[in-house]
């Protein structure tokens, strides 16, 4: 199984900004937990806080190269509407992760404008959200 992880913007100072919401896990440590607990899974990580990077990124994964997408698109998820299109455009499941309960932060923030064309979201769970989106995606391709 090969999946996209996508981070978005500021993600990559985790460990080191507002370690009062976010932890102080590092965006290198979430990788690798992710490539410890599934060593079968052929990972492909990827960050950036440029907007048509993260355009651009996902549209690698229009034409079946992988079997998943989870992204974080971080302040993005609040108003990119082109990384909703594109997210809409992708073949395979897409799963919206956020290490913070955006729901529980500033009204802005409760909304998402990319997690309408995502199968799911996951929010809240610090690092342990990007676990949760890879297992929802083993789940979806066994029952398939």
């Known amino acids: 199984m090969k999946i996209l992880v996508i981070h978005g913007p500021n993600l990559n100072l985790l460990g080191r900004r507002e370690k009062e919401i976010y932890g102080d896990v590092t965006l290198d440590e979430i990788n690798e937990t992710l490539k410890r607990r599934f060593p079968k899974i052929n990972f492909h990580f990827f960050q950036s806080n440029t907007e048509g990077e993260i355009i651009d990124e996902l549209h690698t994964a229009i034409d079946g190269d992988y079997e998943g997408v989870i992204i974080n698109p971080a302040a993005y998820s609040h108003y ?9 455009a992708v073949t395979c499941p897409v799963i919206e992760v956020h290490i913070s309960n955006t729901h529980r932060r500033e009204g802005f923030r409760s909304h998402s404008v990319t997690a309408g064309t995502c199968a799911g979201q996951i929010v809240g769970f610090g690092e342990l959200s990007y676990v949760l989106a890879v297992d929802v995606l083993l789940h979806k391709k066994n029952k398939h």
């Open 80 to 88: 990119s509407y082109a990384i909703r299109d594109a997210i809409a």
